[in-house]
């Protein structure tokens, strides 16, 4: 069994009265309170064997440094710290309801369903204003609108964080989800307006009742306005918790063995695989598969007979040769391979001719001229024949024949007057 405690002023609900978490109040003066948590912490392990420390995450610094005090000076890892991000209303009532739970769960177990209880809560309060609200993200328009006389605005936490400013038009924002059937509210008024929320907001909850309970103390300083109505709305279905223990799955941690389904260990802080979890029965990759034991009493299954395999063929014996007839001797066969024998080859046809086509021209076949003499001529070439140079010369343009010396040039006997006379001269014009 675990212990659950909330580390801060955080009263009770009431709804679950037979197990409500302890409450320790650290919001002393100096480190007054550092020795009266330690002294708390080793009774609860004395008595429960694990502790669950439960504070808000707005505010976690002194909690935080307290819980590592503790496990450094009782020496132990069963002392878990767990910030959640919710408002007082809610931590408070997630509070009770996982000691109410701690009976059933293993303290790794318990970690996991705080985590899981938040994201199915709805929490929210209407407001006036949010100019000084910090922890909810807020737009520019909805801090502008803020200033403007009357109004007011609803603000969802948790796991869905949403402003909406309420109009005429538009009194309740749209929800994301909804707890599971049947819903019940709890309202806690502090000067705000009850009256939006009995008549809008708690119709589109669908919310069964509505219980009114104390204000939180610490509530004023989360919503940052002293004029507000908070309300958180959870299943009350008698089998809600049991479906979210069975929801998640857990897996053994690397280090102390604390079954979790957080990224990190809450106890011993070691970081935990991203692998899923397998599922029961499941054999891990590279081990081999353990046969099902066999009832008392049950016959051993029988060997299952092997496939015939065909036998090879045995060759027939051959049948023993007359005397009279003479057998060369068998020559011995190498044992290396040989290469075949070398083909024949074709024969070159010659190309067949069709009566309707002419044959082709024959190219004749000069004999090779003998060493040291002159390429001799064809048989069928004489010297009265044409050759090809003097055929081509003939079919070329005739030209007369060049002299074999250069003519003398003919010395000029007209004289020098004449000359220039029938010789035109270009001269320029000047400019006047």
Partial sequence: MTAVVLVGDFPTTGVLQATVAQRVAVEGPG??????????????????????????????????????????????????????????????????????ASAHARPGVLATLAHRLCATLHAGAWVNSVARLEHVKTGLGAHVSSYLPGGGFSVTAGAHPEVHRITAAKPVPRLASRPADPVLMLVADANGDAGWLQSKMRPVLAAVTSTAVAPQPMSAEYWGTKKYTEFVAFSGHPHALRSLLAGSPYRACGWCGEPTALPECPFCLMVQPAEEAAPPGAVPPGLPQRPHPQPSGAQPPRPQPLPAQPLPAQPRPQPPAPQHVQRAPAQPQPSWPQAPPPAAPHPVQPPQVRPDEEAPPTRPQYPRPQDGGPPSAPPDQTDDAPSLTTLLNDAAPRRAAAPDSPPERTPRTTPDDEWREGTVIFRPQRRR
């Fill in 31 to 100: 480190d007054e309170a550092a020795p009266a948590f330690v002294d708390h912490m080793e009774y609860a392990l004395r008595r429960r064997g694990a502790v669950l420390v439960l504070y808000p995450a707005w505010k976690r610094s002194r909690a935080q440094r307290l819980v590592r005090l503790a496990r450094s000076a009782l020496l132990t890892d069963r002392i878990a710290g767990l910030p959640l991000d919710v408002p007082p209303l809610a931590l408070s009532l997630v509070a009770d309801q996982l000691t109410f």
